[in-house]
């Protein structure tokens, strides 16, 4: 089965360019012009990965991107952002909203290529693993880590670990998402939940808990690592 491909942009040219490359890439694609039929596409097809315009008619790519985030079906579905603003600010925006990666307007074919390999690399490995959608229940393996989902145990090295509820879920979120750049927001929003009004720190305040339960050396942490101005890193 070829992987499939939505392709969200609403300038015609730019679409059917991308299209015709990326089926000549062998992936299958899919295309929508706006933010609605984006979505409906999505839950439709349920692609292996989206490439998604920012400025769209319609619903625009962050709004997009946060619907898919917010349902089950498309929640773990690489996304990269098309965005043709350059500025930082509309990347944290975007990461915070769930995006995998993005790439800048105007890009080179073999950027965005690369791209879209390696999260499909990253997203076919950790299916195998077992730890690619948060409804999946069962055993994570991820050394030294080793995660019951249904029994909400974790074993550090073969040793139990007593983990409160808080620093379990963000353990298995790290986890199911390991690689992934995750936003101090988003740790709010997925581990803490959509309604939590708490301030950012109370992720940082959680993440040297859960460093001192996991880390051989908590104060230089290699399994989970801060990303500077962003936030922070399971090591997949
Ligand atoms: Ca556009």
Redesign the pocket.
Known sequence: MPNTILLV???PTLRDTLAYRLRHEGYGVITAADGPKALEAAHKVHPNLVVL????PGLDGLEVCKQLRASTDTASTPIIMLTARVEESDKILGLELGADDYVTKPFSWPELRARIRSQLRRSEQSTTDGTATSARQGVIENDPLRIDLDRRQVWLDGDELDLATRLFDLLVYLVQHKGIVLTRSRLLEHVWGYDYTGDTRTVDVHVRWLRERIEADPSNPTLLQTVRGVGYRFKG
């Not at 315009?53 to 769209?56: E, F, G």
């Open positions: 942009e609403d300038e315009d920012l400025m769209l």
